[in-house]
């Protein structure tokens, strides 16, 4: 598919990572924020947004959960992106230059063991592709940056060390957002749902909202709460579900989740990425 993606963050970010490896025929849009990106898809500039919204170590990403039911955008794909932490430094560096190392705050909570095998002192920067555009504006040796091989690729650095991540498994999740839906037959296999609702205030009332998926056999594989608008007693949840809502299952759910409900809003419906069915299917 032709046309430009939008991504927070500076080129080589890990969201630019993914929105390559999803749409490698797109041109990748870097844009200063998640609101930003979302703006882009609202105006018309770019087709659609990669936004994340967690991570398999990090956990969920702050403030996404409740940009989403805002945007007035709709989920139309999920991507999972393998984050693959490289250890980066200026043309003509060694292992044995390096004295700190850059990224953001939660890249260097993930690579802490080369940081203390290397002797490495951490420093915070605003983004991991920032930091690698830093360390090859700066040009000293003794500077290296943890980022990806796409952020090397770009700012010209020499990947010292590939992999130094702590934890094979750290990947994120991204919505693939669009200004309108794009609503797969109920028909087809392997379907994920994306909606958001918020329950009334009588006593057991989530417990009974949430029954109708147990009884009527639908997997939710993510389910979030958070304040609306700083008041304690006004939550929404933010749900993702397998199957598509005309479905006859997931169909009962909803209904009976409505009955329990101030709000049920359909945020998108669209196929369960691969990783997500290689991994034992939607789990």
Same mark, same amino acid.
């Given at each position: #598919?032709?046309?430009?993606?939008?991504?927070?963050?500076?080129?080589?970010?890990?969201?630019?990572?993914?929105?390559?490896?999803?749409?490698?025929? #797109?041109?990748?849009?870097?844009?200063? %924020?998640?609101?930003?990106?979302?703006?882009?898809?609202?105006?018309? $500039?770019?087709?659609?947004? #990669?936004?994340?919204?967690?991570?398999?170590?990090?956990?969920?990403?702050?403030?996404? $959960?409740?940009?989403?039911?805002?945007?007035?955008?709709?989920?139309?794909?999920? $991507? !999972?992106?393998?984050?693959?932490?490289?250890?980066?430094?200026?043309?003509?560096?060694?292992?044995?230059?390096?004295?700190?190392? +850059?990224? +953001?705050?939660?890249?260097?909570?993930?690579?802490?063991?080369?940081?203390?095998?290397?002797?490495?002192?951490?420093? @915070?920067?605003?983004?991991?592709?920032?930091?690698?555009?830093?360390?090859?504006?700066?040009?000293?040796?003794?500077?290296?940056?943890?980022?990806?091989?796409?952020?090397?690729?770009?700012?010209?650095?020499? @990947?010292?060390?590939?992999?130094?991540?702590?934890?094979?498994?750290?990947?994120?999740?991204?919505?693939?957002?669009?200004?309108?839906?794009?609503?797969?037959?109920?028909?087809?296999?392997?379907?994920?749902?994306?909606?958001?609702?918020?329950?009334?205030?009588?006593?057991?009332?989530?417990?009974?909202?949430?029954?109708?998926?147990?009884?009527?056999?639908?997997?939710?594989?993510?389910?979030? %709460?958070?304040?609306?608008?700083?008041?304690?007693?006004?939550?929404?949840?933010?749900?993702?579900?397998?199957? $598509?809502?005309?479905?006859?299952?997931?169909?009962?759910?909803?209904?009976?989740?409505?009955?329990?409900?101030?709000?049920?809003?359909?945020?998108?419906?669209?196929?369960?990425?691969? !990783?997500?069915?290689?991994?034992?299917?939607?789990?």
């Amino acid at each position: #598919m032709n046309g430009k993606i939008a991504f927070q963050g500076v080129p080589g970010a890990y969201s630019d990572l993914a929105c390559r490896a999803a749409f490698p025929a #797109m041109t990748t849009l870097p844009c200063e %924020s998640f609101e930003t990106a979302m703006d882009a898809v609202r105006e018309g $500039h770019v087709t659609f947004a #990669m936004l994340p919204c967690e991570n398999s170590l990090a956990g969920r990403v702050p403030d996404i $959960h409740h940009l989403l039911p805002e945007s007035g955008l709709f989920v139309v794909g999920e $991507h !999972f992106q393998r984050v693959e932490h490289c250890l980066l430094g200026v043309k003509g560096s060694t292992i044995d230059d390096l004295k700190r190392a +850059h990224s +953001h705050t939660v890249a260097l909570g993930q690579v802490r063991r080369i940081l203390r095998d290397l002797g490495l002192t951490p420093v @915070i920067e605003a983004d991991t592709a920032g930091a690698a555009e830093l360390v090859a504006k700066w040009g000293n040796k003794e500077e290296a940056a943890i980022a990806s091989s796409l952020a090397a690729e770009i700012y010209g650095l020499d @990947i010292l060390r590939a992999n130094v991540e702590d934890a094979a498994h750290n990947t994120t999740r991204f919505y693939v957002m669009a200004k309108r839906p794009i609503t797969p037959d109920a028909s087809t296999p392997d379907l994920m749902t994306t909606f958001v609702f918020r329950v009334r205030n009588v006593p057991a009332a989530l417990y009974k909202a949430l029954g109708g998926f147990a009884t009527n056999g639908v997997n939710m594989t993510k389910l979030e %709460s958070y304040m609306m608008g700083g008041e304690f007693t006004a939550t929404q949840f933010l749900c993702d579900v397998d199957g $598509h809502p005309e479905q006859p299952g997931l169909r009962r759910a909803l209904e009976e989740l409505s009955f329990f409900s101030s709000e049920v809003r359909i945020l998108g419906v669209y196929p369960a990425a691969a !990783f997500r069915l290689a991994q034992g299917g939607k789990s």
